[in-house]
């Protein structure tokens, strides 16, 4: 976990779609600031150009520090508000600062894989989060921040078993359903068994990955259309493509639903 990686992620982040044209992988090299319309009047001024490499230094010295010997939750809040803080980039800066927390908790070994993301609970509570950001740096108070903080890693992680233990009971349940229909099932469940990976696909995509003729994969989407477990969303004769909606509803609950268009 390094500054060169941090703008390589920056770059991955912003090469496409929203900040495209705000210097991608690249460190500011000018002002910027949050809130207002200018530094004069702006709710919160982050440190110049001149000061963010150094600081910038600082703050990967103290994700590499051994000395340190904090919780790797403490760490992760205390990095990601110095990150925000410092605002290295013209754009970004709060998505890439969120990935942070999760690869700090992997590179520490807390996790095996990038399970635990604080977005929707930094989005449900926007307002709080912005205060208690900017509470630390006029008063200090790195406490606050850090109840606030652990708060919502209880949260997210509560609703991450929750999200899992939905999703293998969907499942389940749908695996059921499958295996009562008598010959088709081998090859419909493994369809199915697909899906949980790719809850998007069409016919062509199923032959390839499933290593099933056309005819049996048309027919296996089939079965699964009149079992209520798939969708086909286009409405056409040919080109069909098929979609796991109760996985994906479950995946995107209480986010704005996934678009497939």
């Not at 605002?87 to 600062?97: I, M, Q």
């Not at 708060?151 to 992680?157: P, S």
């Not at 499933?210 to 969303?233: D, F, R």
Request: proline content about 5%; aromatic content about 8%.
């Amino acid at each position: 976990l390094s500054l060169r990686l941090i703008r390589e992620m920056h770059e991955v982040l912003l090469n496409k779609g929203r900040g495209s044209s705000k210097q991608p992988g690249e460190f500011r090299r000018s002002q910027n600031w949050i809130g207002g319309t200018r530094p004069g009047n702006a709710k919160f001024v982050p440190p110049p150009p001149e000061k963010l490499m150094d600081l910038l230094g600082e703050l990967e010295k103290f994700l590499h520090d051994e000395t340190v010997k904090l919780p790797t939750l403490v760490k992760a809040a205390l990095a990601h508000h110095q990150f925000e803080t410092l605002h290295p980039f013209l754009d970004g800066n709060g998505r890439l600062g969120r990935l942070l927390i999760t690869f700090i908790l992997c590179v520490d070994g807390i996790m095996r894989q990038p399970l635990l993301y604080l977005s929707l609970y930094f989005k449900t509570h926007r307002q709080a989060y912005y205060d208690h950001l900017q509470l630390v740096r006029e008063t200090g108070d790195w406490e606050e921040w850090l109840q606030f903080f652990l708060k919502g890693v209880v949260e997210t992680a509560n609703q991450a078993v929750s999200t899992a233990q939905a999703i293998l009971n969907l499942f389940t349940e749908d695996r059921k359903k499958i295996e009562i229909i008598g010959k088709p099932s081998a090859s419909t469940l493994m369809v199915h068994h697909y899906l949980q990976r790719h809850p998007t696909t069409d016919s062509k995509k199923i032959v390839e990955n499933c290593h099933l003729s056309l005819p049996t994969a048309i027919k296996s989407l089939n079965h699964l259309t009149k079992l209520g477990i798939v969708t086909e969303i286009t409405g056409k004769a040919r080109n069909k493509i098929y979609v796991y909606r109760k996985y994906l509803d479950i995946l995107s609950e209480g986010t704005a639903p996934i678009r497939l268009d």
